[in-house]
Structure formats: C-alpha cells, structure tokens
C-alpha cells in the first residue's frame, strides 16, 4: 500500500456519516429516499475500503511469512559460517549472525509494523461500516414513523389534505326564505 493510502482512508472514513432528523415526520418521505440513498452509497464506499485493507494485510502477510523464513535460512547459514563459529559462546555466535542480518531484521520489523496498521484501519473501516449499518436500520425505523404517520392522518399545516365537511342542512330551504324576505322588502 502506498505510504499516503492510511491516511487518505483515515480521512475517507472520517467523512463517512450521516446526521439523521429528529422528526422525520416532518420531513416526509423524501428525506427518508434522500437519507436511505447517501447511506447505502457510504456502506458500499466503507465495504470497498474494507476489502482494499483485508487484500493489502493478506499481500503483506504473505511477504511478512516469507520474508521471515528466509530470515531464518539465512541465520542458520550465518551460524555456520566459519567467521562467526569461531566465537566462543552460542549466544555471541547468535548475536553476531542477527548483527550480520541486522538489515533483514529491520525490515521485518518494518513489516509487522505496517501489519498492525493495518490491523487497526481494518478496525476502523468495521467500525465505520457497522455505525452505517445502524443508521440504516435507524432510517428504516423512520420511514415506519413517516408512513403510520401518514396513514392515521395525523399531520398539522398543510400536511395533509382535509375534506371539506359535508353540511346536514338543507340549504336550498333557507335560499327560498332570504328570497321571500327579499321579494317582500321589494314589494313594500
């Protein structure tokens, strides 16, 4: 992995959020489809993220187990070398041989190092991608809030469209009298 990608994916991940409403009732179904879209796209970005890192440890696991069993091949050759066999102890012996290959050790630890970074971006892509899930699961929550919201007919403003209330009196009766009053008073 390139030495800048930790932090361009640090950065991604911290980017990778969504705020949600108190009311979504108030906000309708359009918000819901609006907020629903935003977090499947970040979990398919964070689910990408996750699968770039697991691929990045498994390469540098591979190159870790190999690059450490030549390390040994070559210790062992050290060790009889006829240089270092001449020391007197076999722990002067060992220490010489990890001096000589003080190189290869360097990198291998090199390598387990970006191992555990790794570890821990891969730590954080989880994290990142289980709190998208969990908001998803929290917008489904409210789009269930929106639709039995709307189906009771509860609302205020304009929310909700109101019939107009059906009158149970007979109109065209006082029609007939405002006209009788209105002929009389023209009589007169």
Excluded: W
């Amino acid at each position: 992995m390139h030495q800048d990608r930790p932090d361009q994916i640090m950065h991604l991940l911290r980017d990778l959020h969504v705020d949600l409403c108190d009311d979504p009732t108030v906000m309708g179904y359009h918000y819901i489809a609006t907020k629903t879209g935003a977090v499947r796209n970040m979990a398919n970005i964070a689910q990408q993220v996750r699968l770039e890192i697991a691929n990045e440890q498994r390469i540098l696991d591979r190159q870790l187990r190999a690059r450490k069993a030549s390390y040994k091949i070559a210790f062992g050759q050290v060790l009889l070398s006829d240089a270092v066999k001449r020391l007197p102890s076999y722990k002067d012996r060992e220490a010489a041989a990890e001096d000589i290959l003080k190189q290869d050790l360097s990198e291998i630890n090199t390598m387990v190092d970006e191992l555990a970074g790794l570890e821990a971006l891969a730590t954080a892509a989880a994290m990142v991608h289980s709190d998208l899930s969990k908001t998803a699961s929290e917008i489904r929550t409210q789009a269930e809030m929106v639709r039995r919201d709307r189906a009771s007919g509860a609302g205020f403003g304009n929310e909700t469209s109101v019939p107009e209330p059906k009158s149970t009196v007979d109109l065209s009766s006082f029609e007939k009298v405002i006209e009788e009053e209105l002929n009389k008073s023209i009589a007169d």
